[in-house]
């Protein structure tokens, strides 16, 4: 998620699991998933929501079956952790943000969600600067023959 690491800062990064229902799995493995506009959110029940994030419709599956696209999906986190999160959102005004979705090597997949403050304008301003910087030293050493 490029644009939530250039509006972001990420203080703190959370491996997660996520609870899918069969066609939504379909879908993420085709790789028909947005998490660009979402966001994680801790409820009163106790449970930490991935908000907002798009998995579309699995395309050979009637619509009997089908998922609905953007309903709020439960993070599997350890209580201690969720509690952390919850002291940590209050307290210093952050916000969690999926970072990136992957299957792990037992073929589950998992949401990598940031505890992330967000940037103002001289902030964005940096790292664009700094990254425009790092590509003109490796053009030129590039160049150079290195």
Known sequence: NKEARFNFE???KLECGIQLHGTEVKSCRAGKMNIKDG???VDQDGQLRLINVHIAKHFTTGGWFNHEETRPRVLLVHKRE????RKQLTLKGLTLVPLRAYFNEYGFLKVEIGLCRGKNKGDKRDSIKSR???RDAKRELKAAGY
């Open 10 to 12: 990420i203080m703190e």
């Open 39 to 41: 966001f994680a959110r």
């Open 82 to 85: 969720i509690q952390n999160l």
């Open 132 to 134: 425009d910087q790092g």
